[in-house]
């Protein structure tokens, strides 16, 4: 059964992905690039990106480490 999220938690997976995404650009990183780069599959970091998975603590170590950023800089409200 499919868990339905209040708004605001969905309008903060759009935010990280929206951080994580303009990183990733700045660093003239695809999402490809990225993926291989971290070991996590394109297609869950598309997802992540695009705010339709909750991103694992695990992978956001690993983005955040391949952006030269923070997990909090990219959680940061």
Not at 61 to 77: N, P, S
């Amino acid at each position: 059964m499919p868990v339905h999220l209040p708004p605001w938690i969905l309008d903060h997976r759009r935010t990280l992905g929206d951080r994580i995404r303009d990183r990733r650009m700045h660093q003239n990183l695809t999402q490809e690039q990225l993926a291989h780069r971290t070991e996590i599959s394109r297609d869950t970091i598309q997802r992540i990106e695009g705010g339709r998975s909750d991103a694992r603590i695990s992978h956001l170590w690993l983005i955040a480490e391949e952006l030269d950023t923070t997990v909090a800089a990219l959680l940061d409200e």
